[in-house]
Nanobody
Framework: QVQVVESGGGLVQPGGSLRLSCTVS????????MAWYRQAPGKQREFLAD???????EYAASVKGRFTISRDNAENTVYLQLNSLKPEDADVYSC??????????????WGKGTQVNVSA
């Protein structure tokens, strides 16, 4: 069994910062690409950033320069640093981890998300 758990969300004022974390655990053999998305109610899921070992991270144009993705391979954890937050950044932030298990399954595993609110 594989678990993906996000944390770090909360309420922040406009212009503020948050650091989100996402850890994958369980029957994991290898971890490949790790990515962050966000989704507001009634809207499509929006890609934010992804990172693979040895590859330059990719960012959506809407967050490039404000958000930074990083990972700790030893901890199977991916982070998303959110800076200069705007009210329109308020969403549920989820991560997905492309990982394989000891049984040979390889697929994207999703967490349930963490809520980010931006308000004065």
């Amino acid at each position: 069994q594989v678990q993906v758990v996000e944390s770090g969300g909360g309420l922040v004022q406009p212009g503020g910062s948050l650091r989100l974390s996402c850890t994958v655990s369980g029957d994991i053999l290898d971890v490949y690409t790790m990515a962050w998305y966000r989704q507001a109610p009634g809207k499509q899921r929006e890609f934010l950033a992804d990172i693979s070992s040895g590859v330059t991270p990719e960012y959506a144009a809407s967050v490039k320069g404000r958000f930074t993705i990083s990972r700790d391979n030893a901890e199977n954890t991916v982070y998303l640093q959110l800076n200069s937050l705007k009210p329109e950044d308020a969403d549920v932030y989820s991560c997905t981890v492309d990982a394989s298990t000891s049984r040979g399954w390889r697929r994207p595993w999703w967490g349930k998300g963490t809520q980010v609110n931006v308000s004065a």
